[in-house]
């Protein structure tokens, strides 16, 4: 399960990254050079689509994501101290409260769309508009998670390089010099 969630994260990391370079190169050809849009509709339903396709893209490791970080946080009683990178910790809190945000918004999304009146469907003005505002709110969480979920892979290969807490102690050789022998640790 966990190396099928790595692939889930992968695609959520390679997906976002290229939602946000097309993004960034709409932002820069539709802005003057103080960074106001040229036409503020075009420009907010193009906000709009990245927010979506980056919501939709994270829907692939949504389920995975509480495992991701548990498992790391496992690991990194593994990993030796030295290897232990100091970023490591704050990312990991980072991606914590960023999924913590994201599941509090979906379930005031539910709620949102719960009390919307029976006739409001996809399609529709008043759904699309409170849809675009959800997911205008995630949208720094998404992002959160894909500025900071490679550590997650980044752990796991610490992890998977560490020695194993139940390997036994590295073996006492002899040495033989002449007249006498010398045991060395290797």
Request: proline content about 6%.
């Amino acid at each position: 399960m966990h190396r099928r969630s790595l692939r889930h994260l992968d695609r959520y990391l390679r997906d976002s990254k290229k939602i946000l370079d097309s993004w960034d190169a709409y932002s820069d050809e539709h802005t003057d050079l103080d960074g106001w849009p040229h036409d503020d509709h075009s420009y907010g339903h193009r906000q709009s689509r990245r927010d979506a396709d980056t919501a939709q893209a994270f829907e692939t490791i949504r389920a995975d994501a509480r495992h991701l970080l548990a498992t790391a946080e496992r690991q990194l009683t593994i990993v030796p101290t030295d290897s232990v990178q100091t970023r490591w910790v704050y990312q990991l809190g980072v991606l914590h409260a960023a999924l913590d945000r994201l599941d509090t918004l979906h379930e005031e999304w539910l709620s949102t769309r719960d009390s919307l009146p029976a006739d409001t469907k996809p399609g529709t003005p008043s759904f699309d508009d409170a849809l675009a505002q959800h997911h205008a709110e995630c949208w720094s969480h998404l992002d959160d998670w894909a500025t900071h979920g490679h550590v997650l892979r980044e752990i796991n290969s610490a992890a998977r390089h560490a020695p194993s807490p139940l390997a036994p102690p590295p073996a006492v050789t002899a040495a033989s010099t002449p007249g006498r022998a010398v045991s060395a640790r290797r």
